[in-house]
């Protein structure tokens, strides 16, 4: 079992910055590949970006390539999201999510978080 709490989500404009952070519980961390993912009002939720366990690889959604930074920090229990040259269209929660199997945290993964919200002003 993991836990897992998003932190980071907020206000800005167009154009502007944010980090979401999420902390994981337990000691088995560094096993789990992670992911983020968003939900749009009226939308699905759809998959953004994933880490592999060891961090040496990532994958990101078309729309945020080039934009947004997966990484994590295993002696930390953290994921984080960083997020650059933000859209109106990003509005949307941004979800946490573990899976110990990478191909599986990008679709349907066993764990989420609770979801911090990010609304980017035109």
């Known amino acids: 079992q993991v836990q897992l709490v998003e932190s980071g989500g907020g206000l800005v404009q167009t154009g502007g910055s944010l980090r979401l952070s999420c902390a994981a519980s337990?000691?088995?961390?560094?096993?789990?590949?992670m992911g983020w993912f968003r939900q749009a009002p009226g939308k699905e939720r759809e998959f953004v970006a994933a880490i592999r366990s060891s961090g040496a690889s990532t994958d990101y959604v078309d729309s945020v390539k080039g934009r947004f930074i997966i990484s994590r920090d295993n002696a930390a229990n953290t994921v984080y999201l960083q997020m650059n040259s933000l859209k109106p269209e990003d509005t949307a929660v941004y979800y946490c999510?573990?899976?110990?199997?990478?191909?599986?945290?990008?679709?349907?993964?066993?764990?989420w978080g609770q979801g911090t919200q990010v609304t980017v002003s035109s």
């Open positions: 999510a573990a899976d110990l199997a990478y191909t599986r945290v990008k679709v349907t993964p066993d764990f």
């Open positions: 337990g000691r088995t961390f560094s096993r789990y590949a």
